[in-house]
């Protein structure tokens, strides 16, 4: 079992950063696989970035590429997502979602993830 706590939210202006941490319990954080995802109200779940557990590779949605940066502490069981020139369409929750081991599909489908966060608000004014 993974318990995962996000913190790092807040409310910033329009092209501020933020950056979020998501700490998770466990003594084989480092062979999960960690995503990001969002949601933004009246709206569904969507992947914001992920890292392979493997490797490092990360991956990136389209809206956020560029923008932010995934990466992860193994010795702190800490991911982090580092988020720049923020926009009010970044304006959502997000949540952080862990698997153990390698992707079997998309690391972009959120039934990917086995454990999530409560998630972290984060507010972006214009």
């Known amino acids: 079992q993974v318990q995962l706590v996000e913190s790092g939210g807040g409310l910033v202006q329009a092209g501020g950063s933020l950056r979020l941490s998501c700490a998770a319990s466990?003594?084989?954080?480092?062979?999960?696989?960690m995503g990001w995802f969002r949601q933004a109200p009246g709206k569904e779940r969507e992947f914001v970035a992920a890292i392979r557990w493997r490797g490092g590779s990360t991956y990136y949605a389209d809206s956020v590429k560029g923008r932010g940066t995934i990466s992860r502490d193994n010795a702190k069981n800490t991911v982090y997502l580092q988020m720049n020139s923020l926009k009010p369409e970044d304006t959502a929750v997000y949540y952080c979602?862990?698997?153990?081991?390698?992707?079997?599909?998309?690391?972009?489908?959120?039934?990917?993830?086995?454990?999530w966060g409560q998630g972290t608000q984060v507010t972006v004014s214009s």
């Open positions: 466990g003594r084989t954080f480092s062979s999960y696989a």
């Open positions: 979602a862990a698997r153990p081991g390698d992707y079997s599909g998309n690391y972009d489908f959120p039934v990917e993830y086995d454990y």
